[in-house]
């Protein structure tokens, strides 16, 4: 059974850098892209970004509204993908979900973790 | 980038009706789009890819169709477990987006 948990969300401050980690289980992590979607509060969902597998060598693909601030990353050996966020504005609270996804191009999103939030608050 | 137009925003229903959504996007997707149902305090569950294919273990009353720019989801016997918001999303380009969602309460 495919299993993601997020992990890292917190109440943080406008303008400070917080890293969030998605760890995957119950499958063959190296062989799938690997993909962050963000939901804030009573609102819809908002694709943020996308790793390809390292075969394919692991480039990204991002939102505009967070393109030069979030950086996602992944460490196959442990199952992992972090998505780096700086200067974090108010407008990207909101709960993060890590999916899973294609090898080389994001898809859809047929596995979801259940979310960790981040609040970006004065 | 490519805008998700969805339709109604929200809709009242009962158990045993048909219920329709509508998903129209700014430009020609193809058939790249995909649904999601979410239920509060819950991740979505994926229901369609490519447009009219049916995930599996998804039930047989969920149904999509369209290609192009206009889409539809439709549940043919509404059930009491239906009652969620749902999203299209699309994927023909970077960036990857989702329309705004369709309440179904009852």
Known sequence: EVQLVESGGNIIQPGRSLRLSCTGSGFKFGDFGMSWVRQAPGKGLEWVGFIRAESYGGTTEYAASVQGRFTISRDDSKSIVYLQMSGLQTEDTGVYYCTTDRAYSSSWFDNWGQGTLVTVSS | ?106
């Open chain 2, 1 to 106: 980038a490519i805008q998700l137009t969805q339709s109604p925003s929200s809709l009242s229903a009962s158990v045993g009706d048909r219920v329709t959504i509508t998903c129209r996007a700014s430009q020609d997707v193809s058939n790249a789009l995909v649904w999601y149902q979410q239920k509060p305090g819950k991740p979505p569950k994926f229901l369609i890819y490519d447009a009219s294919s049916l995930e599996s273990g998804v039930p047989s009353r969920f149904s999509g169709s369209g290609s192009g720019t206009d889409f539809t989801l439709t549940i043919s016997s509404l059930q009491s477990e239906d009652f969620a918001t749902y999203y299209c999303q699309q994927f023909n380009d970077y960036p990857l987006s989702f329309g705004g969602g369709t309440k179904v309460e009852i």
